[in-house]
């Protein structure tokens, strides 16, 4: 119903404003300045980038698991008592060797001792470089997709980041750019209090005024310097908050003097669009918290698909450090595991993802209608604060003529003192409400793009 009301009642008024913003060159304004400098230079963004990249990181050493991996291990160890074997050879073999002398008339075959070999080794090492690779393991390609979810989450808290820090730049914008009208108001009506002032100071002099007229002229005047004094103060308070946003020096100046008819018609051109949120950052995350749940149940549904990897040595045993052919060696297997039962963990593992996945799921749908509608609910204020401009365009106009007419017949004496002081403050009220809503249209619009996921970061 809203949206429909919108479409009938604005087009002539928002129409040619679109056109004029259509006819205007692009350029980057003052605004857009600041913000790219509060998103280069805002610390919490910088922050969030940094666990940006570390999640990265963490992809990348996923990847690397499918790689081989490459060590040289080597050990070294000597010894002596303990257990040991008897190798009875020269029993065995003696016999053997006198007969053998005694055939051949010789003593060609000695006579050997019996063997004693302890089982610690002595100067011993052990030196190899050992490859292993994974040949199927699902786990190792499933946490890959894990940390793939993982960086665009962070990605994602950055841009929601982004997006909330770009609307309060603008509403601190339009907040200093506000007070500093509000002072030119007050300052306007400063100057025509002063005129009242010594014109009541004329007439009084010419014996045609009254003393009361001058007091109530000065207690305007006073009244008048006391509310710009107030004002300055918030603008210069807005101009503190705006500078912390930015993470700029407190007393830096701002730049005020660029029009800001472009962001008004854009402003307006909300008007006629839809409030779609499907842009906004947390309803993308919480999208890729249900496909990381749905990774993390396929996952546990895989744990009994076996795990095969394949190992490689090569390398050189021997006693003091002893390095020849019969030293080296080479060793290759290949290891095969296959769960059988691991008392229904995994089975609880999996109940549990698809409890967090619908969690998960209920969470998105839930958020995305509360954002939809705030976002309806912002933009109907987005059409009547619009609309209440348009109204404070023609009553500061009428206060204008009328202050203008009330002021010509005071001075000609026809319009009693009363009437030209309601006739000023009718003025100051309506500058003043124009100025107000101008701003809240801007504000409003700032407000209405965040939450419809704009502008794109």
Not at 337 to 356: C, M, S, V, W, Y
């Amino acid at each position: 119903m809203n949206l429909k009301f919108s479409r009938l009642r604005l087009p002539a008024i928002v129409l040619p404003l679109l056109f004029c913003s259509l006819s205007m060159k692009a350029q980057t304004s003052a605004l857009d300045q600041y913000i790219e400098e509060g998103l280069k230079s805002n610390l919490v963004i910088q922050q969030k980038n940094i666990d940006v990249k570390k999640a990265w990181y963490s992809l990348k050493n996923a990847g690397s698991l499918f790689l081989p991996t490459v060590s040289l291990q080597g050990t070294y160890q000597t010894g002596a008592g303990g257990r040991s074997i008897s190798l009875p050879v020269g029993d065995l073999m003696n016999p053997v060797y006198t007969t053998l002398n005694k055939l051949t008339g010789s003593e060609k075959f000695p006579q050997i001792n019996n063997v004693e070999q302890d089982f610690l080794a002595s100067n011993f090492y052990d030196a190899k470089i050992r490859t292993t690779i994974p040949i199927i393991n699902t786990d190792l390609k499933y946490n890959e997709k894990i940390q793939q979810q993982e960086v665009a989450f962070k990605e994602l808290e950055v841009e929601g980041f982004k997006l909330e820090l770009v609307k309060k730049i603008k509403v601190a914008y339009y907040s200093y750019c506000s007070a500093l009208k509000v002072v030119g108001v007050y300052e306007s009506a400063l100057v025509l209090a002063n005129e009242n002032l010594r014109i009541n100071e004329r007439l009084l002099k010419n014996g045609k005024g009254l003393p009361s007229y001058v007091l109530r002229s000065q207690s305007e005047q006073e009244n008048t310097r006391a509310k710009i004094t107030e004002a300055r103060k918030s603008a210069e308070n807005a101009k503190l908050y705006f500078n912390f946003l930015i993470n700029r020096d407190s007393e830096s100046s701002i730049n005020v003097f660029s029009p800001l008819t472009e962001e008004f018609n854009k402003a307006v051109s909300l008007l006629l669009a839809d409030a779609d949120v499907s842009g906004r950052p947390e309803l993308n995350a919480l999208k890729e918290l249900v496909k990381l749940n749905s990774i993390v149940i396929r996952m546990n549904e895989n744990y009994r698909k076996p795990k095969i990897s394949g190992f490689v040595d090569i390398g050189s045993q021997a006693e003091r450090f002893r390095v020849d052919a019969t030293s080296t060696y080479y060793n290759a297997g290949v290891q095969l595991e296959i769960p059988l039962f691991n008392g229904h963990r995994n089975t609880i593992k999996i109940e549990q993802a698809r409890l967090d996945k619908q969690k998960a799921e209920l969470n998105l749908n839930y958020t995305a209608q509360q954002l939809s509608l705030s976002a309806t609910s912002i933009k109907n204020n987005l059409t009547a604060v619009y609309q209440s401009y348009i109204s404070a365009l023609k009553s500061a106009e009428s206060a204008a003529s009328y202050q203008r007419l009330i002021e010509r017949g005071f001075k000609e004496g026809i319009n009693t003192f009363i009437e030209d002081i309601d006739g000023r403050n009718l003025l100051t009220a309506a500058q003043l409400h124009v100025n107000i809503n101008y701003y809240n249209v801007l504000i409003t619009a700032a407000n209405l793009e965040a939450e419809t996921g704009l502008p794109k970061l």
